[in-house]
């Protein structure tokens, strides 16, 4: 009956745990269930020729109680990340703590959550409000993937729960978890101050170059291209400088792809690479290209690029969408264009991108993620100056292994960009993509084998000879299909700038409101400080509900609205109207007005826009 009853409350409340369920069910061994002296389920374990409980034989639940009180000395704002719920009762337990206002659960065994299924009645635990999150598993994607939601909701300190039982047994995954979270953390650091400063540049690019989507073809014709092939994709690293030589000799062997700066060290070496990828929205990518030969090798490219890069680009090109970017979901949401998963670095587009094509082998070279040697870039690419090259190898105050037994200095940031391909190259493993590491003295990359392009050459030589050239088929629309589109994408931006004039209208009288009630709570007149918050929250919901802030708003302003967000649960959970309003002040109010004082300046990009497409669009049609 439990089972039944328990399948029916994870498919309305929790439906992505079900496969687990379905995955896992048959393989359960009975002789594991047993019960308490108390009558209550309970589990064992055989380790290494030893026994272990997951529960205490007498009492499981008393034991969780007593487990939970060493806790709430340590729960300082409310928010607990719990590691392991055993049979139910470590979550039970940590809920009835009057100090626990939200808990985020990882149970890293499916085994022992598909006992308790079969075991207990979850509707009386899992139902709890308290519980913000729930994830069973412990593969690194799923750890990654929480680590990164964990992380984007903390607005204060959180405090770790983890039975004893899951130290002994888990703790391996225990430290991956955590670690997940910190680098997270971390990242988010780095995201908000790159937020802060290419916010604008960003929204500025994915409008200015919304022509060169109009002309250019979406990457969908590539689709299979080079099915069952090798892929070679090359990056920066000093270590590209050791193989020049092996990828002339492959150019018609294998698809050699040029990840982003790459396109500099190759060209200097007389090799043109099949196609170049390119993402890069700052002033710095722009400079690869000032110095790199356009006119030589395809671009493929996503419309977050500088755009001063496609005006200057003079072969042929073609584009992709990265996910996570809602402009751009709104811009092209009525086209069938190619996504990717957005990744720190180019190299994840380039290999999703070879992936989409089809290579089931793809070879990094020059992807040395980290500074071996204390060296920075491969000769030739040069778009960055000595300078801040030396201050960056010179702040490396981390050691990595590397693929030849010894160690290179690294930096967080670049520590997490390796992690971030790592778990990209897991994701596209599963496809059945042989992934090689070819980067001589660079950084150990996971999921990857490290064998040498010296060590490969007969083995790729053994491919058969191709003149591998997509020019033909990177086919631009019609200009009868380019006037249609240039047409819609018109129309759908004249519509938010009349949407824009009426979210400032709206948002001004936002902010009257909250000054309002900022003046009635300071006197503590409670009926207008209720009236004040219903007023509020009926204005901010039809403003998030405008395309033109789940669109504009939360890519362009996306940390400060992720700012907002963070205390939003605090906001929710107080009961007294005068801290409520108090709070509703100070954290909605400097949204607000960080939006109020960015909508003039959107308005002018929106406007500019129009204008730049309607001349693009008089240069198509006289052409």
Known sequence: MNYANNIKYLKQYYPSLLSIIDENRESLDPNQQLLTRNNEPNMKFSID????????????????????????????????????????????????????????????????????????????????PKIKLLAVG??????????????????TEMTTAVPNIYTRLYSDVYKSFIENIKNSLTDQVGNFHTYQTFQDVWTENLLNNIPYTITCPPLNFAEGMMKGKTAIIVGSGPSLSRDIDHLRQLKDKCLIIAAGSSIQALQKNGIQPHFVVSVDGSEPNLRVFENADTLGTPLFFAPEI??????????????????????????????????????????????????????????????????PENQFYSAGVNHISDEAKNTTVNSANLLIDNVEGGKNPTTQSMLITLQDIELLIKIISRKGVEFINASQKGATIGGTEYRSL??????LNHNPSEDIDFRNNIQSPTLEEQQRLFSQMTSKLKYVVKQTDLVEKKLKLLLDILNKLNAESSIRNKAKVSQSLSEIDDLWQWITKQETFTAFYTFSRDHYINIYKRYVPMIIESRDV?????????????????IQIYLPQLRGMLQNTIDRIQAYQSLESEA
Request: charged share 20%; net charge negative.
């Open 138 to 155: 412990s593969d690194d994607l799923l750890l990654a993937q929480l680590g990164k939601l964990i992380a984007a909701d903390i607005s």
């Open 454 to 459: 010296d060590s490969m050459m007969e083995e």
């Open 578 to 594: 005068f801290e409520k309003s108090n709070l509703i002040v100070k954290h909605l109010g400097n949204l607000a007005r960080n």
């Open 49 to 128: 020729g030893h026994e272990f409980l997951l529960h205490s034989k007498y009492n499981a639940y008393a034991e969780a109680q007593k487990w939970a009180s060493t806790i709430r000395e340590n729960v300082k704002s409310g928010h607990v990340i719990l590691f392991g719920i055993g049979m139910g009762y470590f979550l039970e337990a940590l809920l009835e703590l009057t100090e626990v206002t939200y808990v985020y659960v990882c149970e890293p065994s499916r085994e022992i959550f598909n006992h308790m299924i079969e075991a207990r009645d979850i509707r009386t635990f899992l139902r709890n």
């Open 306 to 371: 500088h755009y001063e890069i496609l005006e200057r680009y003079q072969d042929q090109m073609a584009f992709v969408l990265m996910n996570n970017n809602s402009l751009a979901d709104y811009l092209y949401s009525d086209r069938n264009i190619p996504k990717f998963i957005s990744t720190r670095t180019v190299t994840g587009t380039a290999i999703q991108i070879a992936e989409y094509m089809g290579a089931n082998k793809i070879i990094l070279t020059g992807q040395d993620m980290s500074y």
